[in-house]
């Protein structure tokens, strides 16, 4: 199996999340799968999905968050 094949496919998550994902709401939108502290660390480390910053809140486009998914995520 290449490596394309062994990624998991999250397009549909284009379709059902909102176009802006906020950074507290992470775990409801994706099953809990990822917890929004776990994210946060990443962040810090400099590999989490692209986001922004609007006031004191951080948020994530729609696109970006799926294209991370895509890149960390392999069936095992």
Request: glycine share 8%; no cysteine.
């Amino acid at each position: 199996m290449d490596e394309k094949e062994d990624r998991v496919d999250f397009s549909d998550l284009l379709e059902s999340l909102p176009a802006i994902v906020a950074h507290t709401e992470i775990e409801r939108y994706l099953g809990g799968i990822i917890s929004h502290r776990y994210l946060a660390n990443l962040n810090s480390q400099g590999i989490g999905p692209k986001r922004f910053r609007f006031g004191r809140k951080v948020g994530y486009r729609r696109e970006d968050l799926v294209e991370w998914l895509q890149k960390r995520s392999r069936r095992i």
